[in-house]
């Protein structure tokens, strides 16, 4: 309690957060100035355009929320729905059942389509329930499922919602700069993401884009927002346009340093070049997996680069392993959530932690573990 904290060195090869590039923490260790300094609305300014790159947008509101992934998802769904709309949810892990629970939770009705756990979303089944539920103004999904390690066909999705004349919500906390995302050419809606996944930026942002259809929904609202802090009408005010900026809340100033500076390092590699260096990782890792007889969770179209769902093999105590890898090698994967507890890990290679090196110390931490 007397001492200041010194954290140890781990390696994060899990869900996220995923290892931070020491360019990004020098960023946020740099001298805070007030969030109304004419330099820091340029560094803002910066941000905007770097997200619209990454996002793959021309989105006017394009903007990091000064709140975690999860308030990513609440702002979406409180700005679109008002009470008594319909929402169709897709629900194929964890993030779905939440996205329930925000529908919900703005007195809308959320109409469930399920996939197993380990398959994509179901388009046939999604396009069953518009025919079923054609008053549904959204169609909310996630499009890398964090809790399963699957990737959904956004793309077909939206193309979906936009022949129905529903808005999408679409989740892409751990797509962004892992593997592609277009949200004007696939006609994304609302979209949020999170700084520590991909981005391998420090926790607690989540970028957003919304389209022009979603902003127009919002400033066409019969009534207020329910929440204040998230009411992007008032976030307009503070991140919008040319005009003066008026102050709604105080900007996590140095934790945007550190995002500013982990695009930039997205920017310089390239996005494609971003992509195809978490394909060959997730590559050799599979392959080093399968030759100790690990078996995969997922089906190769649609496993995600970025996060590896392996079956634990029958006999392996789950905690045993992965307390052992990080006491002994400092490094850290994922348990499996919710229904894959106890059944899967999940092998994070997000980011900077994207990299042979990695690749090499995880197959040999677990091998050394599982003694294969
Ligand atoms: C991590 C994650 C979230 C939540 O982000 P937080 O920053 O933890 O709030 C939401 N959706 C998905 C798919 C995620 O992987």
Not at 128 to 140: D, N, R, W
């Amino acid at each position: 309690m007397n001492h200041s904290f010194h954290p140890p060195h781990r390696t994060l090869m899990g869900p996220g957060p995923s290892d931070v590039s020491p360019r990004v923490l020098g960023a946020l260790g740099r001298p805070t100035i007030g969030h109304l300094d004419p330099q820091f609305i340029t560094l803002m300014d910066e941000i905007k355009a770097l997200l619209q790159y990454v996002f793959k947008t021309e989105n006017e509101l394009t903007i990091p929320l000064s709140a975690p992934g999860s308030a990513g998802m609440e702002a979406a769904f409180v700005n679109l729905l008002s009470p008594g709309d319909t929402v169709i949810v897709c629900q194929n892990g964890v993030f779905g059942g939440r996205m329930k629970e925000n529908v919900e939770r703005c007195g809308a009705t959320a109409v469930m389509v399920q996939d197993r756990w380990g398959d994509p979303v179901d388009p046939e089944k999604v396009t069953a329930a518009f025919a079923a539920h054609p008053e549904a103004s959204v169609l909310a999904f996630v499009h890398s499922e964090t809790s399963t390690g699957v990737r959904s066909d956004a793309e077909t999705l939206c193309a979906i919602a936009k022949n129905h004349g529903a808005l999408t919500v679409v989740d892409t906390v751990t797509t962004l700069a892992g593997i592609d995302l277009q949200v004007d050419n696939w006609g994304a809606d609302a979209v949020y993401s999170g700084t520590q996944k991909c981005l391998s930026c420090v926790p607690g942002l989540s970028p957003m884009t919304f389209s022009p259809a979603a902003v127009d929904r919002i400033q066409q609202r019969p009534e207020r927002v329910q929440s204040w802090f998230l009411d992007m009408q008032l976030v307009m005010g503070y991140w919008g346009g040319d005009s003066k900026r008026a102050y709604h809340h105080t900007a996590p100033v140095n934790a945007l340093y550190a995002l500013h500076e982990a695009l930039l390092i997205v920017r310089e590699e390239g996005l494609e070049a971003s992509f195809e260096r978490h394909r060959n990782n997730h590559l050799q890792l599979v392959a080093g997996l399968e030759r100790m007889g690990l078996e995969m969770a997922v089906a190769p179209e649609w496993r995600l680069p970025q996060l590896n769902a392996v079956c634990i093999p029958e006999g392996v105590d789950d905690a045993e392993v992965r307390g052992r890898l990080l006491r002994e090698f400092d490094l850290e994967i994922g348990a499996g959530l919710g229904e894959l507890a106890g059944k899967q890990w999940r092998i994070g290679l997000m980011g900077h932690a994207s990299n042979p090196v990695n690749v090499q110390r995880c197959l040999t931490a677990l091998g050394t573990v599982l003694g294969r």
